[in-house]
């Protein structure tokens, strides 16, 4: 399969996670919140262990320091600019609890990240597909409880299931568009620089959104599982990271 065949269908079966919220029909409330925390911390953990360990360090061998800095707090910034702008963000137990009309604001959102999701992770499988499989990885980690949760605060808004069910695929469609950009630009921009462009938005989302969530938990056995599935995503992708280059 060439490049733009591996890159379209890791993109469409990164949307199709999309449709893990219909998961939230058939659990209870209280059962899919004591699933998401754990779920929030892995991926938190994979975010940050597929940003530095694998698209930083790819990222970086390419370009001089300064200019591979200045990539990643692109970034970051980037993805501030696009929560503050939709006044939108990635609370995943709130997001069960919520009725306000934030519906189109979280479709929005979400279609804005899936979109600059595919560009990155797309750009680092064209640096490297090694890179670009664990990056997909580190990616559908986060997606799956934030699909839950985006899927909760469309239905807690007023959607009928299955018309959330389908704009949230929709929403998700954005990933796959990315992701053939990137291929497209590939041509005549840096890869190098998207692929740490990427690695910002990753570090953006797991500390800014994710890592807070996990925070707030007051009790000392659900803290301490929260950090063990959060150092078991880091540990995970540091074990690929040190099994390829081995």
């Known amino acids: 399969m060439t490049d733009l065949g591996w890159i379209v269908a890791g993109g469409l079966l990164m949307s199709a996670i999309a449709l893990v919220g219909g998961v939230t029909t058939i659990l209870r409330p209280t059962t899919l919140d004591r699933m998401l925390l754990p779920l929030v911390a892995l991926a938190a953990g994979t975010l940050l262990g597929g940003a530095f360990f694998h698209m930083i360090p790819e990222g970086s061998a390419a370009l001089p320091a300064l200019a591979a800095a200045a990539w990643i707090v692109s970034g970051l910034t980037t993805f501030l600019m696009l929560e503050q702008f939709l006044n939108w963000h990635h609370s995943h137990r709130a997001a069960l609890q919520t009725r306000e009309p934030v519906t189109y604001l979280i479709l929005l959102g979400d279609a804005a990240h899936n979109f600059l999701g595919g560009l990155g992770v797309a750009s680092t499988f064209l640096m490297s597909p090694r890179a670009g499989v664990i990056a997909w990885l580190a990616a559908a980690a986060h997606e799956v409880p934030q699909e839950l949760g985006d899927f909760g605060v469309l239905v807690h808004g007023g959607w009928e299931k299955r018309r959330a069910l ?71 992708m540091y074990a690929l990271a040190y099994a390829f280059h081995a």
Do not use: R
């Open 166 to 236: 389908l704009w949230n695929l929709l929403s998700a469609l954005t990933f796959p568009l990315g992701a053939v950009l990137a291929y497209v630009l590939a041509q005549s921009v840096a890869v190098a620089g998207l692929v740490l462009f990427a690695a910002g938005n990753f570090v953006y989302i797991a500390a800014s959104d994710l890592i807070p969530e996990i925070k707030e938990e007051k009790g000392l056995g659900a803290a301490a599982l929260h950090f063990a599935c959060f150092a078991s995503g880091l540990m995970m």
